[in-house]
Every structure is written in structure tokens, then in C-alpha cells.
């Protein structure tokens, strides 16, 4: 009777320290979650379209706040959107011009800009727009995606970024002044 008792004794505390290490585990770990239909610019409380910001974290939002602040933790949601083909639910679309935008084109626009330094220069090999999609055919950008898409499908676009971050990803520090994302070292 006394081995059972002390048995069941270890097992209430083996238990215990496996679910304080999971509760533990579970509540410092962060799961990022991005609705980018809400990154676009905010105007007197209205969602509007921009053209003249060339990269999106550059536009003011609440969103954006987040992203950032989710700082490389962001980079693989965001690239694991790019195969999203929901359509943002907008006003208006977040780039204007660019009709029925989707969270993936979102996302893909956004990775693109996150590796852009304010001069327009990529800051890690291949990860610029044409690297990414081919030359540009003198379409509009959302020709241009879509075409790419169309012949390759959105699956390619993610497998694109999936490897560049798979090659980088360590290698990658958030530029404050710049507001982007370069490689360690790099200037």
C-alpha cells in the first residue's frame, strides 16, 4: 500500500511539472496573426489608398504597429500568406489602382517592402520585386503579379520566399533608420 501511495505521489508531480512547463511554454510563446486589410492608410478615421508611399511600412497604422513589432517573428506569417487568396475586405484597395487585392498580394508587397531600404535598393539578393516576379513587361505591378501567378501559381511565390528566409533569415537584423530588414554587417 505505501509503494502505491508513493507511486501515485511521483505521478501527481510528474504531472504537475508537465503541465506548469506546458501552461508556462504556452503563455510566453507568441502566435502573430496580421489582418491586412487593416494596414492601408487611415485618413480622418476612413481607410484610403495611397501611391506615393513606395513601401507599406512606411504607411501609418495600427496594423503596421504590430508587424513591426513582431519584428523577424513577422516575416514567416507574412510569407505564409502570400498563398492567401481571400480578398481584403477594403473600401477602398490599400494600393491604388490594384483591384481585387487579396491578403497575398498584400503580404507579398509588404515582404517586398520589409527588404527595401528608403532609397528603393533591396537589401537582400533576390528578394526584390522583379527578383521575385521576372521583369517587369512594362505591366502595372498587379499585372505583373498576377501573370506571374497565373504561369507559376501563388504556391511559387511563397516557395520563393521560403527559401530566401530559409538562406537569410538568421542572418538578418531590423534596420531602425532605414526601416527594413538587411543583412548582419551589411550597410
Given at each position: 500500500?505505501?509503494d ?12 504537475w511539472?508537465?503541465a ?5 511554454a504556452?503563455?510566453?510563446a ?45 516575416v ?17 484597395p490599400i ?32 528578394a ?9 513587361l ?5 499585372e ?37 530588414f ?6
Amino acid at each position: 500500500m505505501k509503494d502505491r501511495v508513493a507511486v501515485n505521489r511521483v505521478c501527481v508531480v510528474a504531472l504537475w511539472l508537465v503541465a506548469t512547463t506546458l501552461s508556462t511554454a504556452q503563455s510566453t510563446a507568441r502566435t502573430l496573426h496580421f489582418d491586412l486589410s487593416k494596414i492601408g492608410l487611415v485618413v480622418n478615421g476612413e481607410q484610403v489608398c495611397d501611391d506615393g508611399t513606395p513601401r507599406m511600412q512606411d504607411l501609418p497604422s495600427k496594423m503596421m504597429t504590430e508587424i513591426l513589432a513582431g519584428g523577424s517573428e513577422s516575416v514567416p506569417v507574412l510569407i505564409g500568406m502570400v498563398g492567401d487568396t481571400r480578398v481584403a475586405e477594403t473600401k477602398e484597395p490599400i494600393i491604388c489602382y490594384w483591384p481585387g487585392m487579396t491578403n497575398g498580394d498584400i503580404a507579398f508587397c509588404l515582404l517586398v517592402g520589409l527588404f527595401t531600404d528608403e532609397k528603393g535598393r533591396t537589401t537582400i539578393a533576390g528578394a526584390g520585386w522583379n527578383d521575385m516576379l521576372g521583369s517587369d513587361l512594362n505591366l502595372p505591378a498587379w499585372e505583373q503579379m498576377h501573370s506571374f501567378n497565373r504561369k507559376h501559381g501563388k504556391g511559387a511565390l511563397q516557395d520563393k520566399w521560403r527559401r530566401l528566409w530559409s538562406k537569410f533569415g538568421d542572418q538578418t537584423v531590423w534596420d531602425e533608420k532605414e526601416r527594413c530588414f538587411r543583412l548582419k554587417g551589411s550597410q
